[in-house]
């Protein structure tokens, strides 16, 4: 014989029994299947009590569980390998995660050309490594996108998802390719399957052109005398 309780995942709702009184033949057992289905994340207890008729005694079964969604650590002390607390207007950093406005700095990068060009150049300061670790007890499911920079126009990242086991950590790897002059960001999207909130790390990088130049950018010798010579003094400058 046997019986089903439904507990609800809400504490204010009580649960629904269909039966409250079951027989027990001599030696045998009734199955009671208790049924966890959360619809909220956090920690449920609730306390069964049952009674053997007649006999005046109470046996009491604790019942507890955990609602959990799977997720990735969002920590920037693990996700971002060097960060600082703040950035001043003038400073110019590279590939540092600042705290005071939650955002990664890729820094100062040419722009103008394309991520091919870029890539055959084997720029190490236009990509970085991202530590994804899986935080839950449970397998996570992962998917990567960018919040507006959809065609892969400025960022880029590889692999587009991972299948991460509990506490196991992959390498995410992001490039970032300016295409004009300019602060520019964008915003990486980690969808986790069966978890509706997303990880949301924001990004940016500096567009700069090189514009190279001399000083003085005229040379008067004046007059010399035969067999004499001036070595003049040139100062190269970037002016980007």
């Not at 300061?125 to 839950?136: A, Y």
Request: some cysteine; hydrophobic content about 35%.
């Amino acid at each position: 014989m046997k019986s089903q309780l439904q507990s609800d995942s809400t504490l204010e709702r009580p649960a629904r029994l269909r039966r409250f009184r079951w027989i027990v033949p001599a030696h045998a057992e009734v199955e009671l299947k208790i049924r966890f289905s959360p619809t909220v994340p956090g920690q449920f207890d609730q306390l069964r009590n049952f009674e053997i008729l007649g006999s005046k005694r109470l046996y009491q079964l604790p019942c507890s569980a955990t609602a959990l969604y799977p997720s990735i650590s969002q920590n920037p002390r693990l996700v971002f390998p060097r960060g600082r607390k703040s950035k001043e207007k003038e400073d110019i950093i590279s590939k540092e995660y600042v705290m005071s406005t939650k955002q990664f700095h890729f820094g100062p990068l040419l722009c103008g050309e394309s991520g091919e060009w870029y890539k055959a150049q084997n720029c190490p300061g236009n990509s970085e490594k991202l530590p994804i670790l899986n935080d839950s007890p449970m397998e996570a499911e992962v998917h990567f996108s960018f919040e507006n920079d959809s065609k892969g126009e400025t960022f880029l990242l590889d692999p587009p998802s991972m299948r991460l086991q509990p506490k196991e950590k992959k390498k995410l790897s992001v490039w970032a390719y300016p295409t004009s002059a300019g602060l520019l960001g964008d915003s990486l999207v980690c969808w986790i399957k069966d978890n509706p909130e997303p990880a949301v790390f924001r990004l940016c990088c500096q567009g700069v052109h090189v514009k190279p130049g001399v000083s003085p950018q005229e040379l008067h010798f004046n007059k010399l005398l035969l067999h004499r010579s001036v070595i003049p003094r040139l100062r190269a400058l970037q002016g980007s």
